[in-house]
């Protein structure tokens, strides 16, 4: 169907719909049965049973299946039945991990759904995009997304930027009327708006026409479906580790195979147990886990407000040393509220707070009514007509929908009994030039009921001094002099000290017919009529925030379009500002090079009255000065300043689907406090890694040396085949997991951020993985050779105890890694996930060894008291000796 070549009446008899009332209940529910959701066909999912599989394809599991078929052909049955069950176990652990990951990223997806204002039985409401029909009637302003393919109504000043579509990165600008032609391309369809592309100015009305793979974008929707996994530095770092893992490993496998065949043991043993080894040595679990602690650290981000868009923000988060923040909505609680109203040279004072429109109007200690001051009235009327927010009532609570500066305004009017409907009936619209952010105005252009024509304006005070001729002072209509100028800036200047937001309200007579094409035309020669002065307060959280971040090396930076005496005060209040601090204007920031920024952004801490242009230029400074950044926005001219960050903040309330589509991370609340708690769940996420490759490697690295020693000694085999895996599955597995639980250290946030350059094996990790690795192996040999000396007729009891002896060093150990410090820095019952495992891991051992049915299989036997007391002493060596050596150091 040619939507763009029919009227809009035609487009509505075609898709059997109401302009004015939208779809009924009934209506939607008919047509999402019969069509579906909005939605594009995903890609086909695996098939389970395939999924499972693909848990069978690593080199090294493909080996340990080639040895259980070598032990199942020489008639070692109950080995290969062992070894197969435990192959088995890991793949159905790997399965699992998978699967929740998949889940997890569901959920996100679900939780991160667009949403679309939509007219359904006479109201305006928010749906998720994908419950969108043919015939529904949408509106969209500046930064929403197109959710589906619509015949365009009513435009005001719209422009769509199609390049997803298009190819074509300038906007288009939309109009309504019909475009006939044999040949119309998707870029020349200027009355139709598509799926997947972005509203950059203005706004509109359409009807959708097409959903899901009705639509333009369907058409290509393979393209989309190729979704691709993002893979995390640490991911990569832990990739190539894999690598010289199984290179070491191979080597050493091939090593104690020669040793082992040098020394009289027979070929089979040896393979099998060279292979044991090489399983050892590679941490198969690590992806697992590293894939299981930042899903876990997703999920605990979005219970704090955050999600999570790309895995690689989990990460980065840990490194951030700068926070460019917006103040409105994230630092303050986004209920602006106006306190005070200037016009004339007179001030009033407005009372009540938030969006409950109760309060009243005060000339000193002098109650008023607007309505008895022409000026204030026209003030109050005309900031109402400019305006697109709406305040309403749900539950006793009134909630706001729209900018929370234009809500004020709202607010203001509907004290002095100034409503929208009451306006409604007196003044039509008949043209609306929208807010943009390089002009920082908005205008209309009304005609009253007695057909005389206005444009009225508002937005920056000093934009609109600028731009205007007159003055409304006295109740009377004067000519702006330089004197009354002064006397406009210094009222700006008063309110600023107060910490309040400044709007200015003008207005200009049109004639009957006079025509006004663009901005330009319409906001100059302006009548200025006065200010509206308003606050929006610090959350009571956000103080002890930027506290914390100062503690832990994070530097907070204030970036808003606020007046710079707003911001000065503003940021005075949360501690952004020290003594000393610099505070610039986006002015100066316009004749600033990035390389002259460079060199005095680190004293700066607030940025006030920035486009922007400006925030993008911010953000380079820093990151050319080595910073890793994280910038927060929330409008569509955020977007390059957000993607071009180390970490991209969305807002999740007042962020547009432009910004949060640009964006690592969106925030739920629009809170401050709430980016400084990614942030630590961000550095704990990296210290856990951190703490599992240390317990996986040193455990390795001692199961491996245990063995080759013994080869060396040409002593018998310490551990046979089947412990090695055992140990490598039970032991390794369960606490490593439980470490990735693990809760942040106390002075996480006292700490300075991480060099993203930092390797895993930094700060001292290699020499402690090798140093206990050594220790455990050590011990573990000794408690063999103790045994095996005293009683060589008995190898079997003296392999019992070696394992025993292996296990329980590795689960003492594991309390040392909670800590860079050491094991007695922290409490060791403060994670139960780890206590837990620690105690399911000797059970499992405490089964192995005396369960009879179990013997035979993994080649154990009970042991005594005596040998428990050998076993513990010995376990305890590799962590409390060195802990012990770092104690007495300290003191020294």
């Given at each position: 169907m040619k939507w763009y070549e029919l009227r809009a009446e035609d487009v509505k008899e075609k898709v059997n719909t109401d302009f004015k009332h939208g779809l009924s209940k009934d209506q939607v529910s008919e047509r999402l049965a019969q069509f579906g959701y909005n939605e594009l066909q995903e890609a086909e999912k695996p098939n389970m049973f395939l999924l499972f599989l693909e848990q069978f394809k690593d080199f090294m599991v493909l080996v340990l299946l080639a040895a259980t078929l070598v032990s199942g052909l020489l008639g070692e049955y109950i080995d290969a039945t062992a070894i197969i069950a435990i192959v088995i176990i890991n793949g159905f652990l790997g399965f699992f991990q998978e699967r929740k990951a998949e889940k997890s990223l569901e959920a996100l997806k679900e939780l991160s759904a667009p949403q679309v204002m939509v007219l359904r039985d006479s109201n305006w409401i928010k749906v998720s995009s994908k419950e969108l029909v043919v015939g529904d009637v949408v509106k969209f302003s500046s930064g929403d997304r197109i959710s589906a393919d619509v015949r365009l109504i009513q435009t005001n000043s719209l422009e769509i930027e199609e390049s997803a579509l298009t190819g074509e990165s300038l906007p288009v600008q939309k109009k309504v009327e019909p475009i006939m032609g044999d040949k119309v391309g998707i870029g020349d369809q200027e009355n139709m708006a598509f799926m997947g592309t972005m509203v950059t100015r203005g706004s509109g009305v359409g009807v959708v026409v097409g959903t899901g793979m009705k639509t333009a974008m369907g058409q290509i929707a393979d393209l989309l479906q190729s979704a691709e996994t993002m893979v995390t530095p640490l991911q990569r770092?832990?990739?190539?580790?894999?690598?010289?893992?199984?290179?070491?490993?191979?080597?050493?496998?091939?090593?104690?195979?020669?040793?082992?065949?040098?020394?009289?043991?027979?070929?089979?043993?040896?393979?099998?147990a060279g292979v044991s080894l090489a399983v050892a040595a590679i941490p198969e679990g690590l992806p697992a886990i590293v894939t299981v602690a930042l899903s876990l650290g997703v999920q605990r981000m979005i219970k704090n407000n955050a999600i999570v868009r790309k895995l690689p923000a989990v990460e980065t988060l840990g490194c951030a040393s700068v926070i460019c923040s917006d103040k409105t909505g994230t630092m303050t609680q986004n209920k602006m509220t106006v306190t005070h109203l200037w016009s004339g040279g007179k001030t009033w004072n407005v009372t009540g707070t938030g969006y409950n429109p109760v309060g009243g109007f005060f000339a000193g200690n002098q109650e008023i009514h607007p309505s008895n001051v022409k000026s204030i009235g026209q003030l109050l009327t005309f900031g109402l007509l400019c305006n697109n927010a709406t305040i309403n009532k749900k539950k006793k609570e009134y909630v706001l929908d729209g900018d929370p500066t234009e809500g004020?305004?709202?607010?203001?009017?509907?004290?002095?009994?100034?409503?929208?409907?009451?306006?409604?009936?007196?003044?039509?619209?008949?043209?609306?030039?929208?807010?943009?952010?390089?002009?920082?105005?908005?205008?209309?252009?009304?005609?009253?009921?007695?057909?005389?024509?206005?444009?009225?304006?508002?937005?920056?005070?000093?934009?609109?001094?600028?731009?205007?001729?007159?003055?409304?002072w006295d109740e009377k209509q004067q000519f702006l002099s330089d004197r009354l100028k002064g006397e406009v800036e210094k009222a700006i200047e008063n309110l600023g000290g107060q910490a309040l937001r400044t709007i200015a309200v003008a207005f200009k007579p049109?004639?009957?017919?006079?025509?006004?094409?663009?901005?330009?035309?319409a906001?100059?020669?302006?009548?200025?009529?006065?200010?509206?002065?308003?606050?929006?307060?610090?959350?009571?959280e956000v103080k002890q925030a930027v506290q914390e971040c100062k503690e832990a090396g994070i530097r907070t930076v204030m970036i808003t379009g606020d007046h710079i005496v707003t911001a000065t005060a503003i940021a005075r209040q949360l501690g952004i500002l020290p003594e000393g601090g610099k505070v610039v204007q986006g002015t100066e920031l316009s004749d600033m090079t990035v390389e002259e920024l460079e060199e005095i952004v680190e004293d700066v801490y607030v940025f006030a009255r920035v486009s922007p242009e400006h925030k993008l230029k911010i953000v380079k400074a820093l990151q050319k000065n080595g910073h890793i950044v994280a910038m927060t926005g929330d409008g569509v001219n955020d977007a390059p300043a957000i993607k071009a960050s180390d970490i991209g903040i969305a807002m999740g309330i007042t962020g547009t689907d432009v910004a949060k589509e640009a964006s690592s991370l969106v925030l739920l609340d629009d809170n401050f406090a709430t980016i400084k708690a990614a942030i630590k769940e961000g550095r704990n996420i990296y210290e856990n890694i951190r703490k599992f490759i240390r317990y996986l490697l040193a455990s390795n690295v001692g199961e491996i040396l245990v063995m080759l020693?013994?080869?060396?000694?040409?002593?018998?085999?310490?551990?046979?085949?089947?412990?090695?895996?055992?140990?490598?599955?039970?032991?390794d597995g369960l606490p490593a997991m439980a470490l990735g639980l693990d809760q942040a250290e106390g002075d996480v946030m006292r700490r300075a951020p991480r060099n993203p350059r930092e390797g895993v094996f930094a700060r001292g990790l290699a020499w402690k993985i090798i140093s206990r690795g050594f220790l455990i192996g050590g011990v573990t040999l000794a408690a063999f050779m103790i045994v095996y000396y005293r009683d060589p007729n008995n190898l079997m009891y003296a392999q019992t105890i070696a394992f025993a002896t292996l296990v329980m060093a590795q689960l003492i150990h594991v309390f040392d890694c909670r800590s860079d410090r050491s094991v007695y820095h922290r409490n060791p019952f403060e994670n139960k996930y780890l206590v837990f495992a620690v105690l399911s891991s000797i059970l499992l051992m405490l089964v192995v060894i005396y369960y009879p049915p179990l013997q035979p299989i993994f080649h154990t036997t009970a042991i005594t008291l005596r040998d428990w007391l050998l076993i513990l002493g010995l376990s305890a060596v590799p962590t409390f000796l060195l802990a012990g050596s770092l104690l007495t150091k300290k003191k020294a």
């Amino acid at each position: 169907m040619k939507w763009y070549e029919l009227r809009a009446e035609d487009v509505k008899e075609k898709v059997n719909t109401d302009f004015k009332h939208g779809l009924s209940k009934d209506q939607v529910s008919e047509r999402l049965a019969q069509f579906g959701y909005n939605e594009l066909q995903e890609a086909e999912k695996p098939n389970m049973f395939l999924l499972f599989l693909e848990q069978f394809k690593d080199f090294m599991v493909l080996v340990l299946l080639a040895a259980t078929l070598v032990s199942g052909l020489l008639g070692e049955y109950i080995d290969a039945t062992a070894i197969i069950a435990i192959v088995i176990i890991n793949g159905f652990l790997g399965f699992f991990q998978e699967r929740k990951a998949e889940k997890s990223l569901e959920a996100l997806k679900e939780l991160s759904a667009p949403q679309v204002m939509v007219l359904r039985d006479s109201n305006w409401i928010k749906v998720s995009s994908k419950e969108l029909v043919v015939g529904d009637v949408v509106k969209f302003s500046s930064g929403d997304r197109i959710s589906a393919d619509v015949r365009l109504i009513q435009t005001n000043s719209l422009e769509i930027e199609e390049s997803a579509l298009t190819g074509e990165s300038l906007p288009v600008q939309k109009k309504v009327e019909p475009i006939m032609g044999d040949k119309v391309g998707i870029g020349d369809q200027e009355n139709m708006a598509f799926m997947g592309t972005m509203v950059t100015r203005g706004s509109g009305v359409g009807v959708v026409v097409g959903t899901g793979m009705k639509t333009a974008m369907g058409q290509i929707a393979d393209l989309l479906q190729s979704a691709e996994t993002m893979v995390t530095p640490l991911q990569r770092k832990l990739e190539q580790l894999g690598k010289i893992l199984i290179t070491v490993a191979l080597l050493l496998t091939f090593l104690v195979v020669l040793l082992g065949v040098i020394q009289g043991h027979d070929l089979y043993s040896m393979f099998l147990a060279g292979v044991s080894l090489a399983v050892a040595a590679i941490p198969e679990g690590l992806p697992a886990i590293v894939t299981v602690a930042l899903s876990l650290g997703v999920q605990r981000m979005i219970k704090n407000n955050a999600i999570v868009r790309k895995l690689p923000a989990v990460e980065t988060l840990g490194c951030a040393s700068v926070i460019c923040s917006d103040k409105t909505g994230t630092m303050t609680q986004n209920k602006m509220t106006v306190t005070h109203l200037w016009s004339g040279g007179k001030t009033w004072n407005v009372t009540g707070t938030g969006y409950n429109p109760v309060g009243g109007f005060f000339a000193g200690n002098q109650e008023i009514h607007p309505s008895n001051v022409k000026s204030i009235g026209q003030l109050l009327t005309f900031g109402l007509l400019c305006n697109n927010a709406t305040i309403n009532k749900k539950k006793k609570e009134y909630v706001l929908d729209g900018d929370p500066t234009e809500g004020a305004l709202v607010v203001s009017a509907w004290k002095a009994d100034i409503t929208r409907d009451l306006l409604n009936n007196q003044f039509i619209i008949e043209k609306e030039f929208p807010f943009d952010s390089s002009r920082k105005m908005m205008s209309v252009i009304v005609r009253d009921s007695n057909g005389k024509r206005f444009v009225v304006t508002k937005g920056a005070p000093d934009v609109l001094i600028k731009n205007s001729e007159s003055i409304l002072w006295d109740e009377k209509q004067q000519f702006l002099s330089d004197r009354l100028k002064g006397e406009v800036e210094k009222a700006i200047e008063n309110l600023g000290g107060q910490a309040l937001r400044t709007i200015a309200v003008a207005f200009k007579p049109l004639g009957p017919t006079q025509s006004v094409y663009n901005e330009i035309e319409a906001e100059t020669n302006l009548i200025f009529i006065g200010l509206q002065g308003m606050i929006d307060p610090p959350r009571d959280e956000v103080k002890q925030a930027v506290q914390e971040c100062k503690e832990a090396g994070i530097r907070t930076v204030m970036i808003t379009g606020d007046h710079i005496v707003t911001a000065t005060a503003i940021a005075r209040q949360l501690g952004i500002l020290p003594e000393g601090g610099k505070v610039v204007q986006g002015t100066e920031l316009s004749d600033m090079t990035v390389e002259e920024l460079e060199e005095i952004v680190e004293d700066v801490y607030v940025f006030a009255r920035v486009s922007p242009e400006h925030k993008l230029k911010i953000v380079k400074a820093l990151q050319k000065n080595g910073h890793i950044v994280a910038m927060t926005g929330d409008g569509v001219n955020d977007a390059p300043a957000i993607k071009a960050s180390d970490i991209g903040i969305a807002m999740g309330i007042t962020g547009t689907d432009v910004a949060k589509e640009a964006s690592s991370l969106v925030l739920l609340d629009d809170n401050f406090a709430t980016i400084k708690a990614a942030i630590k769940e961000g550095r704990n996420i990296y210290e856990n890694i951190r703490k599992f490759i240390r317990y996986l490697l040193a455990s390795n690295v001692g199961e491996i040396l245990v063995m080759l020693f013994a080869m060396l000694l040409a002593l018998p085999l310490p551990l046979v085949p089947i412990q090695i895996l055992w140990v490598n599955l039970v032991t390794d597995g369960l606490p490593a997991m439980a470490l990735g639980l693990d809760q942040a250290e106390g002075d996480v946030m006292r700490r300075a951020p991480r060099n993203p350059r930092e390797g895993v094996f930094a700060r001292g990790l290699a020499w402690k993985i090798i140093s206990r690795g050594f220790l455990i192996g050590g011990v573990t040999l000794a408690a063999f050779m103790i045994v095996y000396y005293r009683d060589p007729n008995n190898l079997m009891y003296a392999q019992t105890i070696a394992f025993a002896t292996l296990v329980m060093a590795q689960l003492i150990h594991v309390f040392d890694c909670r800590s860079d410090r050491s094991v007695y820095h922290r409490n060791p019952f403060e994670n139960k996930y780890l206590v837990f495992a620690v105690l399911s891991s000797i059970l499992l051992m405490l089964v192995v060894i005396y369960y009879p049915p179990l013997q035979p299989i993994f080649h154990t036997t009970a042991i005594t008291l005596r040998d428990w007391l050998l076993i513990l002493g010995l376990s305890a060596v590799p962590t409390f000796l060195l802990a012990g050596s770092l104690l007495t150091k300290k003191k020294a």
